[in-house]
């Protein structure tokens, strides 16, 4: 089993920044590839950004520029750091790791609000 919890989510202005943090613990050497999802009210749940074991990353069109998902190896924890947010980034963003096994995990999910 893998666990995963996210934080770093809040209430931030548009143009502001948050960084978000996934850290996972458990039988972690699975783990090929770790993404973040987003899932904004009567939305449904769409990938934001993915990084492999490797370090290969890819991004939805609509962050491309403005969003940067990175990993510490060391720490067992995955990053969004997020800038120049819009007020369409509002949502609940989650993390899912993917298994070599066929299995998916996901944390319980981090709110973030962006609004003057």
């Known amino acids: 089993q893998v666990q995963l919890v996210e934080s770093g989510g809040g209430l931030v202005q548009p143009g502001g920044s948050l960084r978000l943090s996934c850290a996972a613990s458990?039988?972690?050497?699975?783990?090929?590839?770790m993404g973040w999802y987003r899932q904004a009210p009567g939305k449904q749940r769409e990938l934001v950004a993915i990084?492999?074991?490797?370090?290969?990353?890819n991004y939805a069109d609509s962050v491309k520029g403005r969003f940067t998902i990175s990993r510490d190896n060391a720490k067992n924890t995955v990053y969004l750091q997020m800038n120049s947010l819009k007020p369409e980034d509002t949502a609940v963003y989650y993390c899912?790791?993917?298994?070599?096994?066929?299995?998916?995990?996901w944390g319980q999910g981090t709110q973030v609000t962006v609004s003057s």
């Open positions: 899912k790791g993917n298994s070599a096994y066929g299995k998916e995990y």
């Open positions: 458990g039988s972690i050497s699975s783990i090929y590839a």
């Open positions: 990084i492999t074991s490797g370090g290969s990353t």
